[in-house]
């Protein structure tokens, strides 16, 4: 199941901001108090936690709902449980966990649930605060009415509990949606490879229609190759620099009286000012835009099996300490995790092939290619030029048919391969129809012309806008 959370701002007079924060304050003070008896005596489960505390706060804050305070407990367990954990793996230095901020849940019994999942067009919650039911409006954004929408259409579902959380003097209601991972029919079978700057694209077509079948004919038989900009190995150096002219500057402030600095990273300054530049949010926002840009059809959507620690084993062998900084900065796994997220909400497949040789052997010769002096560029030893991303696209894509398999993975081995064992491998995710056409246009991209011109660079590796 798929979780969107949307959080909409409530509008607050100023007596209900201090209603809310007198409920935030008793639901800490929980949370604290168990939390710190649960690590002293090693006691997180939940239900026993719940047996030793319940009545005391109840008494303690009768005007709080019971189910407040079950959920102040159930929470506390939570972060009592995984700081035990961590500890128990030395992750920690504290004795105890310091709660500072907290997200106060309210369950169906706590909020109008039944009563919001009614109604059309819903605007507000009534929530129970100290002494009684309160009706709060909601700033409703355009993303939460799209969601509600959705919940309208039964495309999602609201779950039924909600957070209230204050940030920055303002407080949030969180809602939390479920989405049905689309049904879709696949359109084309596209194949990516993240790299420092780029995100390569291999895009096959599908024929969909009577129409197009009968027209059948090359342009249709021909991998588009294109590729997205990123530019996070740009995005990265950038940030270093500013970051280290933050550094210079701050220094002198941090000067000791024996002439040495403090380490000025790990002050609060430092990390206030780094903060103000949100490199994050940009990097979170160019992961987005591919995703979007891999997902807008329904697609079969290839890519490499990330291993568990895929920067450590990319860099593995680069000398260059610069290069190695850069392809730290690559958030592979972030855009991988993000095309996997939206491609199940709107109805594509991903597959993960490995990435073993992907961009080493000769997309159409399966020779083993040799460097040039262009690091993006490899030589085919029957006299062509390559381009490094889109031999690993094309080769990603030979890897979900058989045939491809067997060559891209024995290219350099001088034994004979039995073909005949490998004929019936057919993949158990891609249906066999759509693998003979991958393999189809392949084996026509391979014979035609245009294959000698995909070499270096065939178009620029700009932005690319696809015109439909
Ligand atoms: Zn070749």
């Known amino acids: 199941m798929l979780r969107r959370v949307v959080a909409v701002e409530i509008e607050v007079t100023k007596e209900l901001n201090k209603l809310l924060c007198s409920v935030e304050t008793a639901y800490l003070g929980i949370i604290r108090e168990v939390v710190e008896y649960a690590v002293a005596n090693n006691v997180t489960s939940a239900t026993q936690l719940h047996g030793l505390f319940y009545s005391k706060y109840r008494q303690e804050y009768q005007d709080l709902h019971s189910h407040l305070v079950i959920q102040a407990i159930r929470q506390a367990a939570q972060i009592a449980k995984s700081f035990v954990k961590r500890r128990k793996k030395g992750l920690v230095s504290k004795t105890y966990p310091e709660v500072k901020t ?45 969601y509600w929408w959705r919940v309208l259409t039964g495309e999602a ?45 291999g895009r096959i077509d599908l024929l969909t229609t009577v129409n197009e079948v009968t027209n059948w004919n090359k342009q249709y038989m021909v991998p588009e190759l294109y590729a997205i900009r990123t530019d996070f190995g740009r995005l990265a150096r950038r940030y270093e620099k500013v970051r280290n002219a933050i550094i210079e500057r701050l220094k002198p402030h941090f000067a000791l009286p024996n002439g040495k600095y403090v ?3 790990s002050t609060r300054e430092f990390r206030k000012r780094v903060k103000r530049l949100r490199e994050e949010e940009r990097k ?29 084993s990319m860099i593995d062998g680069i000398e260059k300490d610069e290069l190695r900084h850069r392809i730290k900065q690559t958030p592979f796994k972030a855009v991988e995790r993000a095309v996997g997220d939206k491609a199940l909400e709107r109805g594509s497949k991903l597959i993960r092939v490995s990435s073993y040789r992907n961009s080493r052997v000769c997309p159409i010769h399966f020779t083993r290619l040799e460097r040039t002096d262009d690091w993006h560029v490899l030589k085919c030893p029957l006299g062509h030029l390559v381009d490094r991303d889109y031999a690993s696209i094309l080769n990603m894509a030979w890897k979900t048919t058989p045939e491809g398999w067997v060559k891209g993975v024995w290219w350099n081995l001088r034994r004979e391969i039995n073909w005949r064992e490998h004929e019936d491998k057919s993949n158990p995710i891609i249906p066999h129809p759509i693998m003979q056409y991958i393999h189809a246009v392949l084996k026509t991209f391979t014979a035609s012309e245009q294959s000698p011109a995909m070499p270096a660079r065939g178009k620029p590796m700009n932005h690319h806008r696809r015109s439909q």
Do not use: M
């Open 102 to 146: 907290v997200s106060i849940r309210f369950t169906e019994f706590t909020w109008s649930y039944e009563q919001f999942i009614r109604s059309t067009a819903p605007v507000g919650v009534e929530l129970s605060l100290l002494g009684g039911r309160r009706e709060v409006w909601l700033r409703l954004h355009k993303r939460s009415w799209l």
């Open 157 to 201: 579902r609201l779950t039924s509990t909600l957070i209230i959380k204050r940030k920055t003097n303002k407080w949030y209601a969180i809602f939390i949606f479920e989405i049905k991972p689309k049904e879709g029919t696949p359109q084309s079978v596209i194949s990516f490879d993240i790299n420092e700057n780029t995100v390569a694209v």
């Open 263 to 265: 380490n000025v990273t």
């Open 284 to 312: 979170v926002g160019r992961v987005r835009h591919v995703a979007n840009e891999l997902t807008r059809i329904p697609a079969i959507i290839i890519t490499e099996e990330l291993g568990e620690n895929t920067q450590e």
